[in-house]
């Protein structure tokens, strides 16, 4: 079964900082441009999750929501098959579920919406406190 699982999540305070992991299972995604992704409590029924990041598959280039321009870093490792989403200077504003997805090199959507992305983590909570 293939998987992304995220981890890293958590609780902590206004101007904080977290480093969310995502981690393949059952197969690699090296070629596969990643994101993440964030979905924000008022908009958990209708299901919308908001573009953050975007890392190429070599890792050289990214790309970031100007929400968290500044703030948020996104970097791969290959070799280990895990992207990672380094946030700094929190704020109750970012308060989501987190989620990493992937985007078959094939799939000419949008990086920005979330029907690009052919698998998806689980997602992992942050909730920051003010």
């Known amino acids: 079964q293939v998987r992304l699982v995220e981890s890293g999540g958590g609780s902590v305070q206004t101007g904080a900082s977290l480093t969310l992991s995502c981690t393949p299972s059952g197969r690699t995604f090296s070629e596969y441009p990643m994101g993440w992704f964030r979905q924000f409590p008022e908009k958990e029924r209708e299901k919308k999750r908001d573009?953050?990041?975007?890392?190429?598959?070599?890792?050289?280039?990214?790309t970031y929501a100007d929400s968290v321009k500044g703030r948020f870093t996104v970097s791969r490792e290959n070799t280990k098959g895990t992207v990672y989403l380094q946030m700094n200077n929190l704020g109750p504003e970012d308060t989501a579920v987190y989620y990493c997805?992937?985007?078959?090199?094939?799939?000419?959507?949008?990086?920005?919406?979330?029907?690009?992305?052919?698998?998806w983590g689980q997602g992992t909570q942050v909730t920051v406190a003010s």
């Open positions: 573009f953050v990041a975007l890392i190429t598959p070599n890792g050289r280039n990214t």
């Open positions: 997805a992937a985007k078959s090199p094939w799939n000419v959507g949008n990086y920005r919406f979330q029907t690009s992305y052919d698998y």
